[in-house]
Structures are given as structure tokens and as C-alpha cells.
């Protein structure tokens, strides 16, 4: 069982940046692909980001290669999404997610095993 809370959320101007972090539980988080998806008000729930278990191997949706960085650090069951160059359409209620026994998470959400709580970003204009 893996539990997962994010945290770094906020109100961040056009262009601007912020950091979002997700902290699991559990002995086996080094063993999971992790990932990040958002859902922006009356859109679905879309992939954004993932990384492999070893930090080696990273894979972006097109809409935020070059901006947005994902990370993690396996000693402090953290995982991190580095959001730069922020747009108003970035913004969305951002999710952690982990899935077992997969190189990367996928980017349908239907195979995803574990769903942090979510945690809201906002970018004014």
C-alpha cells in the first residue's frame, strides 16, 4: 500500500514558477513509477509527467516538455515536479501518481494504482 500527499501548490503569476512535491508511505516507493497528471474544471483528468524508479528515465506531455522537470529522491520517498515558464493554461488541480510493476506510469489514469489527494495550481494572467 502507498499512500501519497502533495504539497506546492499556490498562486503564481504568468511565468513564473513553483515546485510541487509528493511525499509516499511505504518501504517499497523505490519500486514505483511515479507520475504527475492534472485536471483543469470540466476537462479529464490528463498525463503531465513521469519518471522511472531509479530517476533515469523521465517522459513529458508535449504540452509541458521544456518547462516542467520531474524528480525524485528514493531516500526521502519524494517525488518533485519543478514547474517554470508558467501558463494560464497550466492550471489545474495537480495529482501524484504511482503504479507498480512498470518502467513509467501510463498515461491513461485507468492504470494508475495509487492517486495522491491532489493539490491546486493557480497562474493569473
Known amino acids: 500500500q502507498v499512500q501519497l500527499v502533495e504539497s506546492g501548490g499556490g498562486l503564481v503569476q504568468a511565468g513564473g514558477s513553483l515546485r510541487l512535491s509528493c511525499a509516499a508511505s511505504?518501504?517499497?516507493?523505490?519500486?514505483?513509477?511515479m507520475g504527475w497528471f492534472r485536471q483543469a474544471p470540466g476537462k479529464e483528468r490528463e498525463f503531465v509527467a513521469t519518471?522511472?524508479?531509479?530517476?533515469?528515465?523521465?517522459y513529458y506531455a508535449d504540452s509541458v516538455k521544456g518547462r516542467f522537470t520531474i524528480s525524485r529522491d528514493n531516500a526521502k520517498n519524494t517525488v518533485y515536479l519543478q514547474m517554470n515558464s508558467l501558463k494560464p493554461e497550466d492550471m489545474a488541480v495537480y495529482y501524484c501518481?504511482?503504479?507498480?510493476?512498470?518502467?513509467?506510469?501510463?498515461?491513461?489514469?485507468?492504470?494508475?494504482?495509487?492517486w495522491g489527494q491532489g493539490t491546486q495550481v493557480t497562474v493569473s494572467s
Open positions: 519518471i522511472n524508479w531509479s530517476g533515469g528515465i523521465t
Open positions: 511505504g518501504r517499497t516507493f523505490s519500486t514505483y513509477a
Open positions: 501518481a504511482a503504479q507498480r510493476n512498470a518502467v513509467r506510469v501510463s498515461t491513461n489514469k485507468r492504470d494508475i494504482n495509487y
